[in-house]
């Protein structure tokens, strides 16, 4: 079981993602909705326990 590395850094509402390999995305959040750079994608929390996400 080899070991991973995994690292969450943030820099207001930009937060990037390393690996071992490096960055590998980077998300952008204001207020309940986001969007991903490696998904391409929107997504938005929604009351409760429930959120929308693009498909």
Known sequence: ????????W???PVKFNFTQRGLSS?????GPWSW???TKKHSVD???AFSW???
Do not use: E, T
């Open 1 to 8: 079981m080899p070991i991973r590395f995994r690292k969450r």
């Open 10 to 12: 943030g820099l207001g």
């Open 26 to 30: 980077w998300s952008f959040k204001v």
């Open 36 to 38: 991903n750079s490696k």
């Open 46 to 48: 929604l009351p409760g």
């Open 53 to 55: 996400r693009q498909s």
